[in-house]
C-alpha cells in the first residue's frame, strides 16, 4: 500500500472490504438454507402460489372489467382505484392467498417450516402498498424514482439489511473542501426531494383549484397567484430537502450570487420575458380568453406563461408570443373592457336605386344574421359616389369573436345578395370597351373570343 495514503482513506478502504465480507457472508448463509429441505418446501409452495394467482387473476380480470365498466353514476376517484385493482389483480390474490397460506402452516406446523413465506408475504404486501400509493404521483418518472427506491428500502427493511447497506453507501464517499458527501447522502436526498416536490406538486394541484373556482379574482391574478404558489412551494420543497440532509446552506449563496449574475448577462432576454410576463399579470392588460391581434396573428389567448403568451388561431394554429413582444408592440386586445366588437363591410349599388331603401335593406338583412347583436342595431351610411356605384357601409355588433370575423362578414354578405335580389337592387360593377385600330386608323370594337387580325 503506498505510504503517501492518507490514514482516513486506509480506514475507509478497510471498512469498505469488511463490509462487501459481511454482505457476502450473508448472502452465503442464505443460499444454503435454500438447501434444507422445508425452505425448498417454502419456495416451491410460494411459486405454486403465484402460478394459482395468474390462473385466478385471468379469469377474474374480464369479469371485474365488465364490472367496472358498467359502474356510470361513479366518481372518477372510484373508477380510477377501480383501474388499478384490474392492473393489480395478481398481485392481490397472491397476497390473499399467501397470508392464508402463512396462517394455516402457523397452526398446524413449526413456526420454523413457515418463516420464509412470512418473509414474502411480508414483501408482497409491501410491493402492493406502494405500488397503489405511488399511484398519487402523475408525473412517470417521479413515479417510477420513489416506488423503486421505497420497494428497495422496504426489502432491505424486511430482510435486515439495512444497518450493513447504510454503512456501505456511507463509506463510498468524496469530499470538497470541509464538505463530505456520501452515496447515502445523495440518495437519502433525491428520497427526499421527490417526497417533498411531490407533496409541493399535490398542493399546488389543489391550491390551483381552488384559486380557479374564485370567481371574485380575475383570471390575470389567477394566473399570477398560480405562478407565485408554484414558485414557493416548489423552493421551500427544493431548500428543505437540502437542509434536512444536512447540506450547508451558508455555502450556497456566494454561488447563487455568482449564477445570478450570469444569468442577468446570458439570459437577458430570458429574464426580460418573466419580467414582462409579470407585468401584463399585474396591469391585467391581457388575459385568458381574450381576442388579440399581434401583427398578422389573429386568435385569443388560450395560456399565460412565464416566458411566453399561448395564442390560439381560427385554423388550429398555436402560436407561442414571447412576453416582451405584447409589452413593447403594438397589440389590438377585442376584448380587453368589453366582448363587443363592431365589423364594418363595404358595398356598392347602382345610381338608380333608391339609397334610402338600399339602406333600409341592408341593415334588416343584417339583423337576420345570427351572432349579429340587435341591442347594438347595425347602421348604414352612403360613404361616397363612386365610377359605376353609390358607395354603401355596413356597422354591426357582435360579442363572440372567439367564434370568428370572416365567417361572420361573409354571411352578412349573403344575407345582403339575397335581400338585393328580392327587392331588385342591382350590384353594378365596372365594364370596358375594347377597339382595335385598323391600318387606315378606323377603329371596330373586338367580339367576345374573337382574335384580333395578324399581320
Known sequence: ???????????????????????????????????????????????????????????????????????????????RIGLIVHRRMRMIVFVALIWTTYFIMREVTWPSRSYLLGIIADLATAWLFIAFATRLILNPLLRALVRYGAWTWVTLSILNLTAQTQTLLESIAFSIGDSRFSLWLLFKAIALLAVLIAGARFLTTASTASIRRNEDISPSMQVLAVKVLQVMLYGTAFFLGLRLVGVDLTGLAVLSGAIGVGLGFGLQKVVSNLV????????????????????????????????????????GK??????????????????????????????????????????KVAIEAAKRVDRVLTLRPPVCHIVGFGDSSVDYILRFWIRDPTQGLTNIRGNVYLALWDAFRDEGISVPFPQREVRLLGEDGSSRVAEKGAAPPVD
Open 318 to 359: 398555436e402560436y407561442l408570443i414571447p412576453n416582451e413582444d405584447l409589452i413593447t408592440g403594438q397589440v389590438v386586445n377585442w376584448t380587453h373592457s368589453n366582448d363587443f366588437v363592431r365589423l364594418d363591410i363595404f358595398f356598392g349599388t347602382a345610381y338608380g336605386d333608391d339609397p334610402h331603401l338600399v339602406r
Open 1 to 79: 500500500m503506498n505510504p503517501d495514503t492518507p490514514p482516513e482513506d486506509i480506514l475507509s478502504l478497510d471498512a469498505l472490504v469488511s463490509i462487501f465480507q459481511a454482505i457476502l457472508v450473508q448472502v452465503q448463509s442464505f443460499a444454503g438454507s435454500l438447501l434444507r429441505p422445508w425452505v425448498a418446501y417454502q419456495v416451491g409452495i410460494a411459486i405454486a402460489l403465484l402460478l394459482v394467482a395468474t390462473l385466478l387473476a385471468t379469469f377474474l380480470r374480464p369479469r371485474f372489467d365488465a364490472w367496472l365498466r358498467s359502474r356510470d353514476g361513479w366518481a372518477k376517484w372510484r373508477l
Open 276 to 315: 414582462s410576463g409579470i407585468i401584463i399579470l399585474l396591469d391585467k392588460s391581457i388575459k385568458p380568453g381574450d381576442v388579440i391581434s399581434l401583427g398578422e396573428t389573429f386568435g385569443w389567448i388560450n395560456a399565460l406563461g412565464a416566458r411566453y403568451v399561448s395564442i390560439t388561431t381560427r385554423d
